[in-house]
């Protein structure tokens, strides 16, 4: 019977290294992009002139009113979509196809009705790493799992899981072939306010464990300031553009190691998470709010 690899010697297994801290260096550059679509009615330019670039290891919210272009950006990044003028690199190398290094989180799961937890997690592995034996893909797919907190959930398919342990799934899916970047669309839009909580405190966890860069889309300042490294804040469609970025400027590490719980009680608490929050909230219902008729 052939014994499975530890937990322990998993990150010696992959072939790519271990996360670094962050690193000051371009490591995914968005420059002059703009994306038009030819429509029944003629032209509409979702997003013009996007110039972002973001460092190895940084965790960057994306938020916009809805039709501003923000699930356009991502989906340019994951390379699901090509910009009509400019271009995305990834260390350097120009994006123009999805690819292995960057996997996208969706907000409906996207998983395989017909397979169960361990099996979607599993067929990503065996896509990704096609040239490890069966008992390391598993060990992979068993390690991921056991970190979103689903071990005793793995043979259960999907319509068995609520909607909370869908999107861990999809969340282990994703880390399991160690992307270069994880790209988040809303992840936790569609789940109740406790579920949606945990979720946050579990993917800031990772987050802190393995320091993949994630470029994800939000419509929730909290959550964004809970999470995030810097705020990216999208003007009005059509033809729109990042308007400001916010750096937030208060450190969680030292506290959201231990108790993710804790620090979000220790952010709130921050004079400068308010004052972040405001700022935000100006933006986006006063300078940029949506016009009524």
């Given at each position: 019977m052939q014994t499975l690899p530890t937990l322990q010697t998993l990150d010696k297994i992959y072939a790519a290294p271990s996360q670094p801290a962050l690193k000051p260096d371009p490591f995914l550059t968005i420059e002059n992009v703009s994306k038009t679509y030819t429509t029944s009615r003629g032209s509409y330019t979702a997003l013009e002139d996007i110039n972002l670039t973001i460092r190895e290891g940084e965790f960057v919210c994306l938020v916009g009113h809805s039709g501003c272009g923000k699930s356009t950006l991502l989906n340019m990044v994951a390379g699901f979509l090509k910009p009509t003028t400019g271009e995305v690199r990834l260390q350097s190398k120009r994006i123009t196809e999805p690819g292995p290094d960057r996997m996208m989180v969706f907000q409906n799961y996207a998983l395989l009705p017909w397979k169960t937890a361990f099996e979607n997690?599993?067929?990503?592995?065996?896509?990704?790493?096609?040239d490890k034996s069966k008992a390391v893909k598993i060990a992979i797919t068993q390690e991921h799992l056991e970190m979103v907190g689903l071990t005793?959930?793995?043979?259960?398919?999907?319509?068995?899981?609520?909607?909370?342990?869908?999107?861990?799934v999809s969340i282990a899916r994703a880390l399991a072939i160690r992307p270069q970047v994880l790209i988040l669309d809303e992840p936790f839009g569609a789940l109740d306010a406790i579920t949606r909580q945990e979720l946050q405190e579990e993917l800031l966890?990772?987050?802190?464990?393995?320091?993949?860069?994630?470029?994800?889309?939000?419509?929730?300042?909290?959550?964004?300031?809970?999470?995030?490294?810097?705020?990216?804040?999208?003007?009005?469609?059509?033809?729109?553009?990042?308007?400001?970025?916010?750096?937030?400027?208060?450190?969680?590490s030292n506290v959201c190691e231990a108790d993710a719980a804790l620090c979000r009680a220790d952010l709130i608490a921050d004079p400068r998470y308010c004052e972040l929050r405001n700022y935000a909230l100006d933006f986006l219902y006063r300078r940029f709010a949506h016009d009524v008729d």
């Open positions: 997690v599993y067929l990503a592995v065996k896509s990704a790493y096609p005793e959930a793995a043979n259960k398919r999907p319509h068995q899981l609520s909607g909370g342990m869908k999107q861990r966890k990772i987050w802190q464990t393995h320091r993949t860069t994630v470029l994800m889309i939000t419509h929730d300042i909290d959550e964004a300031l809970f999470l995030a490294d810097r705020i990216v804040m999208m003007t009005n469609g059509p033809a729109a553009r990042i308007g400001e970025v916010l750096d937030v400027s208060f450190s969680r």
